[in-house]
């Protein structure tokens, strides 16, 4: 596949993702759409199907290769667990855990906040409490 045809279908998943179109979402990932590449923001898919609660398009995601810690974003935005987090959609938090997401990392960078930091912000109880176990089982 050539360059320009993969930053088309690399634009084309991340909207995908962001509006949670599971089946476009599938046919871009067919047509050889890579899931862990960003668009010229730096916007990854799976942080577009993280920070919105889109389970079912993080799994797709997920099972076609995407990394569960990787970055996105230009200092706006951040990693995949930090953005499910941050709006507590706990079952998108359990499925990013379930493929190897680090619960004690912090985003940009390394100096920003972890899940668990951004859950307890956002006052989502259940989502904490996912969070808190992961890092009890890791440590």
Do not use: F
Request: proline share 4%.
């Amino acid at each position: 596949m050539n360059r320009r045809v993969g930053k088309k279908l690399s634009r084309r998943l991340v909207t995908a993702a962001l509006i949670g179109d599971a089946a476009r979402v599938r046919a871009l990932l067919r047509a050889g759409a890579d899931p862990g590449r960003a668009n010229r923001e730096g916007t990854t898919p799976l942080y577009q199907a993280s920070v919105h609660g889109d389970t079912a398009v993080v799994e797709l995601l997920l099972a076609a290769g995407a990394g569960p810690d990787a970055e996105s974003g230009h200092g706006s935005e951040g990693l995949p667990l930090c953005g499910a987090a941050c709006w507590g959609h706990t079952d998108t938090v359990r499925a990013l855990l379930a493929a190897g997401a680090d619960p004690s990392l912090r985003e940009d960078g390394g100096t920003g906040l972890t899940p668990l930091e951004w859950a307890e912000r956002g006052a989502h109880a259940e989502t904490a409490a996912v969070l808190r176990a992961a890092r009890g089982a890791g440590a």
